[in-house]
């Protein structure tokens, strides 16, 4: 499966940006889709994810409560909807996808999407 991110940019603190990763493939209902960051010096972290039929989600931590994350399989299109964001938010952001079997890694990877926000 092939993954292109978009929808990153440059906000206020507080504004809001929505994520998109369109998804090449028939398949895409099978995969579970995530969206990570990776901010300058630290390491790649899972912001959240979502199983094939959307019924299950995962949220770090940090993003709880603020993000949300979607996906439409008919249009084989995952988001990433971003409220009210804060500095540490900043980073670039990226989806993946995996298989859901268990003990899977995310193999799939799109290009990254830069989101900045300023204090």
């Known amino acids: 499966v092939q993954l292109q991110a978009s929808g990153g940019g440059l906000v206020q603190t507080g504004g809001s940006l929505r994520l998109s990763c369109a998804a090449s493939?028939?398949?895409?209902?099978?995969?579970?889709m995530g969206w990570f960051r990776q901010a300058p010096g630290k390491e790649r972290e899972i912001v959240a994810s979502i199983s094939g039929s959307g019924t299950g989600t995962y949220y770090a931590n940090s993003v709880k409560g603020r993000f949300t994350i979607s996906r439409d399989n008919a249009e084989n299109t995952v988001y990433l909807q971003m409220n009210n964001l804060k500095p540490e938010d900043t980073a670039v952001y990226y989806c993946?996808?995996?298989?859901?079997?268990?003990?899977?890694?995310?193999?799939?990877w799109g290009q990254g999407t830069q989101v900045t926000v300023s204090s």
């Open positions: 993946a996808a995996k298989l859901p079997a268990p003990g899977t890694a995310f193999d799939y």
């Open positions: 493939g028939r398949t895409f209902s099978r995969y579970v």
